[in-house]
């Protein structure tokens, strides 16, 4: 079961190999975009949260990362310092109430249990101010293992986000490290 116990363990024993150790090449460049350092921006499912550090570091001001196990957010919290601007909470995604303007995802569609795929669509787009975003990175391939991670195609995903989003950009990313290389989809979504 894909619960608080099983992440936490995966922490706990560094059965982390998703963890690319820095931010992700794709969600660095649509980063580096972003004009508004004032954006209310969410991470789920952020583990290390590299992201969340990169965001940091080019001075957004309301950064909140959320996770359902507790090790890597406790060690985000050193890493981001003193005087960091990274709200963390250790919750369940499912649970969590908020408003942002951006939410980014970085391998946390792909951690969930397929039968949740609707309520992660419904749930982001109850996270998303009206003129939000929801932006980051999909998995466009197949896993031969039984998930963590859950593969998934474009095809899918368009039909199952439709009722809640409009498609800015969904497309094979160009610059994802070279194990994923083909394997991803760049997506900017809007909400209905
Ligand atoms: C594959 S890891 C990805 C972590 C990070 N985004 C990265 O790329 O390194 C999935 C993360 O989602 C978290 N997670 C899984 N289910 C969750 C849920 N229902 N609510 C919040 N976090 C969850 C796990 O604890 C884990 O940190």
């Given at each position: 079961m894909l619960n608080k116990t099983f992440w936490e363990h995966r922490y706990e024993h560094q059965?982390?190999?998703?963890?690319?150790?820095?931010?992700s090449p794709p969600l660095k460049g649509y980063i580096d975009h972003?004009?508004?350092?004032?954006l209310r921006i969410l991470i789920p499912g952020?583990?290390?949260g590299h992201e969340a550090l990169y965001l940091q570091s080019k001075g957004f001001q309301h950064i909140t990362v959320l996770d359902i196990a507790e090790p890597p957010l406790a060690a985000l919290k050193e890493k981001s310092g003193?005087?960091?601007r990274i709200t963390t909470v250790n919750a369940d995604f499912f649970e969590h109430n908020g408003t942002y303007d951006l939410i980014l995802e970085q391998t946390f569609y792909c951690a969930?249990?397929?039968?949740?795929r609707q309520r992660y669509w419904e749930h982001m787009h109850q996270l998303l101010d009206n003129n939000g975003v929801l932006a980051g990175v999909l998995f466009n391939v197949d896993f031969d293992?039984?998930?963590?991670?859950f593969g998934g195609n474009e095809a899918d995903y368009r039909k199952e986000l439709k009722p809640y989003f409009h498609i800015a950009i969904m497309e094979p990313c160009y610059n994802s490290i070279q194990p994923r290389m083909n394997t991803e989809l760049f997506f900017m979504l809007r909400p209905r």
């Open positions: 059965q982390t190999g998703w963890d690319l150790g820095e931010v972003l004009q508004d350092p004032s952020c583990g290390n003193e005087n960091g969930l249990d397929p039968s949740m293992k039984q998930g963590p991670p």
